[in-house]
């Protein structure tokens, strides 16, 4: 799915113009590959290493289990060229860089200038969070915060987007006719919609009912109260910034819900002086082109910021800004993205135009 959006971006973009693009693929071998501008071409062996290592970059959205398996052997074999990839396998290794420009782009030229060759695309819900408040962090406001998110199917995968389809047309059948009926009862309705929920669900992706629900945990069970998704925020968020040395503390819960695509976060950020409000929403409003400060009104936030509002938009919403009662060091937020444009392919293509541009 990632791969998919990234081609459409190269092809908006142009970038099929600026580099020899060859197609690899694990299962499609043979097959036409897209095209974005360079004509007919064939799929080739993405387990072919001699073919790879002929390659001067390489991006691969092919998932963790495969860049486990090749990238190794390639390095071994004395491969020097540049790794951009969109699986979480090598991110927080040392000799990678979370590649996120807009926000970190001096931590990514002063690697490029120590030699690093292995660039990764950053967890969708952390990139997204650094795109909408990164102003904050890089003026050295944020002593710490917290990010309650709302993570939608598309993080787990085109699959799990089906499935959620299914299950809604699911309780919509459960209802039957009743819900054409406008003088039925609300909670006759509710009664068939809850037992379809409890009891014959499509799940066999999700595990679980989403559709007329949510689900409070992703990713997998660390043992000691966290899940895998939650340790991202601090871990990756404070690579991506440069700051694993002296980091800032960001941690949360991570909640997945029955939105198609576009992650949402509700965050609280302690900063470490009193401001004003004028003053925290041009810093967030100034970070870089793709911040859309939202106005903290009812009518706006529901027509600009919802998942709805930003699918398949570059713009990341933010909106919701105010201070806290506990005093005015204390701020909210709301924001949401396209998960799989920042969260997921477009740092991937920036960064091989940054490569080619060099």
């Not at 860049?67 to 060229?81: F, S, Y």
Request: negative net charge; proline residues 4%; hydrophobic residues 45%.
């Amino acid at each position: 799915m990632v791969g998919s959006v990234l081609v459409e971006r190269m092809r908006a973009e142009g970038d099929g113009a600026v580099v020899e693009p060859r197609f690899f693929s694990t299962t499609q071998a043979g097959g036409a590959a897209p095209d974005v501008g360079q004509g007919a071409a064939r799929v080739g062996d993405a387990n072919d290493l001699d073919a790879l290592a002929r390659c001067d970059i390489l991006v691969s959205c092919q998932g963790g289990d495969y860049t486990e398996a090749v990238h190794p052997q390639l390095r071994a074999r004395g491969w020097g060229g540049h790794w951009i990839d969109a699986a979480s396998a090598l991110r927080m290794k040392h000799e990678s860089v979370i590649i996120l420009d807009p926000v970190n782009r001096p931590v990514i030229d002063a690697a490029l200038a120590a030699g690093r060759r292995d660039w990764i695309g950053g967890n969708c819900t952390v990139s997204l969070m650094l795109m909408a408040f990164g102003g904050l962090f890089r003026a050295g406001l944020v002593e710490w915060m917290t990010t309650m998110t709302y993570q939608a199917a598309s993080g787990a995968g085109a699959r799990e987007m089906r499935e959620l389809l299914v299950q809604m047309g699911h309780l919509r059948d459960a209802a039957g006719g009743l819900l054409d009926d406008p003088a039925s009862a609300i909670l006759d309705i509710d009664r068939r919609a809850s037992a379809a929920l409890r009891n014959d669900m499509p799940a066999e992706r999700l595990g679980f009912p989403l559709a007329g629900s949510l689900l409070p945990w992703i990713d997998r069970d660390l043992g000691n109260g966290y899940s895998r998704e939650e340790l991202k925020a601090g871990a990756e968020g404070n690579k991506i910034l440069g700051l694993s040395a002296a980091p800032v503390p960001i941690d949360g819960l991570c909640v997945r819900i029955g939105a198609m695509r576009c992650h949402s976060q509700a965050v609280t950020i302690k900063l470490k002086r009193p401001m004003q409000l004028a003053e925290v929403e041009r810093i967030i409003a100034g970070a870089h082109e793709w911040v859309r400060l939202v106005p903290n009104e009812r009518e706006a936030s529901l027509s600009e910021l919802t998942p709805a509002a930003v699918t398949g938009k570059l713009d990341v919403a933010v909106g919701r800004v105010r201070h806290l009662a506990m005093g005015d060091d204390y701020i909210t937020a709301f924001t949401v993205g396209d998960q799989l444009l920042w969260g997921a392919a477009e740092p991937l293509r920036r960064m091989l135009r940054l490569l080619v541009g060099r």
